[in-house]
């Protein structure tokens, strides 16, 4: 192959998650309840302080009254491996989606490694195993051979590039370690949802053992959406961390 085609290859062991729009408050949640007792009336909520109406949250969320959390929208731009979106894309509900494509761009040579604190060893069965810390070596060859295969994966996709081929066709040697880009657009309630399977709490009153890439996401995710709606996520995790 030839020594003039390429690029070299980008390391990373992060993802990023930019909350680029939103329209979500808490009183969107209490307008939105409102409306069943309240009717015409309920419009006076949308301009209150929802602290006043913090019961009502909880109330909601107790008894899973599901639907006032949906009137709301968040738009996230997220930057992670190809493995964490296909793991994303499984919520379906309440999820609006568009990632880059291989076919109309050429794919930058971002790759994913993990980190030294990322744990590596599994033991146990499934539905009953956990994740242990690796050794130095393990970290080593881990970091060493998907380097390696990286690199290899990505010459031979330049080759092809250069050779004419379409994008759309050579891209099929490039690995899941790939760092992707999208656009992932929510309400409260689907993201609760998303929150209560991809992050691992003491809270949780259903506990869950989400692959550690997708939960760096989902803390990310969490965090921006806390500033948000801070009383709709305190009831969340005051509940158990279940979505209603």
Known sequence: MSDE???????????TVELVRSAAADSDVI????????????????????????????????????????????????SAPIFV?????RHRSGWSYNEESGRYRELQPVFYVPGEERKLV????????????GTEKQHAVVV????????ASYRAYQEMLAAGVAREVA???????????????????SLMHFLSLRTKDDRATVPSFPQREIEMVAEQMEAQWAELMPLTHAAFNAHGRVAP
């Open 122 to 133: 599994q033991q146990g069965r499934p539905g009953k195993y956990e994740f242990v810390e």
């Open 85 to 89: 979106f296909r793991e994303f894309h």
């Open 31 to 78: 307008w939105a309840a409102r409306v069943s007792t309240a009717g015409e009336q309920s419009l006076e909520e949308v301009r209150k302080d929802p602290e006043k109406s913090k019961g009502l949250i909880n109330f909601l969320m107790r008894d899973r009254h599901g639907t006032p959390f949906e009137h709301n929208s968040m738009t996230f731009f997220i």
């Open 144 to 151: 060493e051979q998907m380097a390696a295969s990286y690199q």
């Open 5 to 15: 085609v390429g690029t070299d290859p980008q390391f990373r062991s992060d993802v």
């Open 171 to 189: 891209r099929a040697v490039l690995p899941v370690g790939l760092f992707s880009s999208m656009y992932a657009t929510c309400n409260a309630r």
